[in-house]
């Protein structure tokens, strides 16, 4: 079946521009998450959501990162006034979620990343 | 916030040599994900420990979650230019909150 799709795959933008990541789940996972990984770094979490909401947004780098999520599917995330330190990969995952929404989430599959790229 | 350290950072062995990658925390760990990246592919999922004491094996892999010392080991046996890439240990809050390892990159010679 269809895995985690994201778009665009590659996305190179000005210094200022705003940015719009879009990621697909797979059909069916009610949890998605959103993580950059820039050069050479490790992963790091941005945004969980369980259903539409988004109980945790501490992990947004600044106040010009938001993400949404409508119908329960897909999800955007969007960085404003970009700067060249957004440059990074941004990878979407989905799961099932766990009864209530506690530990333990299930296995994350993974989207195959947008590579951002800001000049 | 709760950290994971991954040691070591890079390893390189011989085809057919056995390794072992750890993954410490700086909190307890209530659960734990190993992941494999290779370069330009996504995350690929390994294996999710839950309880203490828990090990899990698939094919030439096994890790397990050591609750007391805050750690959990991957061991892959008699390696194969098949599993280089980087591994990535990955912890997770009742809240969704995920942190992961900056990982250890495996590069195994033919």
């Known amino acids: 079946g269809a895995g985690v799709s994201q778009s665009p795959s590659n996305k190179v933008t000005e210094k200022g521009k705003d940015v719009e990541l879009r990621c697909d789940p797979i059909?069916?996972?009610?949890?998605l998450y959103w993580y950059r990984q820039s050069l050479g770094q490790g992963l790091e979490f941005l945004i969980y959501?369980?259903?539409?909401?988004?109980?945790?947004k501490s992990g947004l780098p600044s106040d010009r990162f938001s993400a949404e999520r409508t119908g329960g599917s897909v999800s955007t995330l969007t960085i404003q006034r970009t700067q060249q330190e957004d440059s990074a990969v941004y990878l979407c995952?989905?799961?099932?979620?766990?009864?209530?929404?506690?530990?333990?989430?299930?296995?994350?599959?993974f989207g195959p990343g947008t590579r951002l790229t800001v000049l | 916030s709760q950290e994971l350290e991954q040691s070591p950072q890079s390893l390189i062995v011989q085809e057919g040599k056995n390794l072992t990658i750890n993954c410490t925390s700086s909190?307890?760990?209530?659960?734990l994900y190993w992941y494999k990246q290779k370069y330009g592919e996504g995350l690929i999922f390994l294996m999710m420990?839950?309880?203490?004491?828990e090990e899990k094996s698939h094919e030439k892999i096994t890790a397990k979650l050591d609750e007391k010392k805050q750690q959990s080991s991957l061991h892959i046996t008699a390696s194969q230019p098949s599993h280089a890439g980087i591994y990535l240990c990955?912890?997770?809050?009742?809240?969704?909150?995920?942190?992961f390892g900056d990982g250890t990159t495996l590069t195994v010679k033919p």
């Open positions: 995952a989905s799961s099932f979620s766990a009864a209530g929404g506690g530990w333990p989430h299930n296995e994350q599959f």
């Open positions: 990955g912890a997770f809050t009742n809240a969704g909150k995920s942190t």
């Open positions: 059909s069916g996972h009610t949890a």
């Open positions: 959501f369980q259903g539409n909401s988004a109980p945790d």
């Open positions: 909190k307890t760990l209530y659960g």
């Open positions: 420990l839950q309880k203490g004491g």
